[in-house]
């Protein structure tokens, strides 16, 4: 188990996209479920949490990192993968490839074509991470829009109804 933490652990310090090991998805979504259960309480403030380390010891958790922490356990319990990147960080094209989700070489297309700006360092690409997250929010609002037009017009011209004979 120690050598797959360490892994698990170097993965994420590489800002590789990390989802739940099948034997532990049931452990995770029932954080999820939990920690949901927490923010939904009414307070006057958020939660008071703490982490227990492993010999016992308590260490108070802030309110910012409870949401977080939230959160990732709600995108894991879904079997999604999650990264978490440091804001103001600059990536490695390698790394802005597995956040989008693309090929290496396609990413050096886009930025050959100027779609995502980066900076040079030697041989070496290098770009903000806000960038390539803008980029991907601006991808995914076209790829909604073009699905939202191919429904429409599939339903336009009868393409669902053929498919009900």
């Given amino acids: 188990m120690a050598a797959a933490a360490h ?5 994420i310090r590489r800002m590789t996209p990390v989802a739940a090991p099948p034997e532990q998805q049931a452990q995770v979504a029932a954080l999820s479920k939990a920690l949901e259960s927490m923010t939904l309480q009414p307070r006057k403030r ?3 949490c703490q982490l227990i380390g492993p010999k016992g010891e308590s260490i108070p958790i802030p309110e910012s990192i409870f949401y977080v922490l939230e959160r990732v356990a709600e ?3 879904r079997g999604d993968s999650i990264t978490v990147v440091p804001v103001g960080r600059e990536v490695t094209t390698q790394q802005a490839a ?3 989700n693309v090929s290496r070489q396609y990413l050096v297309r886009l930025l050959d074509e100027g779609r995502i700006p980066f900076r040079k360092t030697g ?3 290098r770009l903000r991470i806000e960038d390539v997250l803008s980029f991907k929010q601006t991808r995914d609002k ?3 829009a073009g699905l939202r ?3 429409r017009m599939s ?9 009900r004979k």
């Avoid at 339903?155 to 498919?163: I, V």
Wanted: charged share 45%; no cysteine.
């Fill in 7 to 11: 892994t698990m652990e170097d993965l």
């Fill in 46 to 48: 958020g939660p008071k």
């Fill in 75 to 77: 995108v894991m319990a």
């Fill in 98 to 100: 597995d956040l989008l």
């Fill in 123 to 125: 041989k070496h690409r």
């Fill in 142 to 144: 076209d790829r909604r």
């Fill in 149 to 151: 037009e191919l429904s």
């Fill in 155 to 163: 339903e336009e011209f009868g393409g669902y109804d053929s498919e």
